[in-house]
């Protein structure tokens, strides 16, 4: 089950109801009961119009009721993990960056407050 793509559409879609399709959104691939389009008041079999697009079958995969349904067919864990390292990584490098522009301000500071010592300019804070 690994190279199934739940989903994908195998080409353009029927521009009229085909015989044996879905009575609901007219893909060749299911029926009616299978189908996963919210049901239609006037279904694809009697208005002709916005039929769907039939979708990729792999040839020899027989599916039970769970197994039609199943999320987490094709799921693979390592994805999510490869994911995470990465959004760990961007977050690293923001640290990074706001650690420096937090030290290049206070550095900033520092020099401008030796530069007011240096002129001998004082403050004074009138209240």
Same mark, same amino acid.
């Given at each position: 089950? *690994? /190279?199934?793509?739940? @989903?994908?559409? &195998? @080409?353009?879609?029927?521009?009229?109801?085909?015989?044996?399709?879905? +009575?609901?959104? @007219?893909?060749? !691939?299911?029926?009616?009961?299978?189908?996963?389009?919210?049901?239609?008041?006037?279904?694809?079999?009697?208005?002709?119009?916005?039929?769907?697009?039939? #979708? !990729?079958?792999?040839?020899?995969?027989?599916? /039970?009721? /769970?197994?039609?349904?199943?999320?987490?067919?094709?799921?693979?864990? #390592? +994805?999510?993990?490869?994911?995470?390292?990465?959004?760990?990584?961007? #977050?690293?490098?923001?640290?990074?960056?706001?650690?420096?522009?937090? +030290?290049? *301000?206070?550095?900033?500071?520092? +020099?401008?407050?030796? !530069? #007011?010592? &240096?002129? @001998?300019?004082?403050?004074?804070?009138?209240?």
């Amino acid at each position: 089950h *690994d /190279d199934f793509q739940r @989903g994908r559409k &195998a @080409g353009p879609a029927a521009t009229k109801y085909r015989k044996g399709a879905c +009575e609901n959104c @007219g893909a060749m !691939t299911h029926k009616k009961k299978d189908c996963v389009e919210r049901p239609r008041k006037n279904g694809a079999k009697w208005t002709n119009t916005q039929i769907a697009a039939d #979708e !990729t079958t792999r040839p020899g995969l027989e599916l /039970d009721y /769970d197994g039609k349904r199943d999320r987490w067919m094709g799921y693979n864990p #390592e +994805e999510h993990k490869r994911v995470i390292r990465e959004y760990e990584q961007v #977050e690293e490098a923001k640290r990074k960056l706001k650690e420096a522009q937090l +030290e290049e *301000d206070l550095r900033k500071k520092r +020099e401008a407050a030796r !530069t #007011e010592c &240096a002129l @001998g300019t004082v403050r004074l804070w009138l209240y």
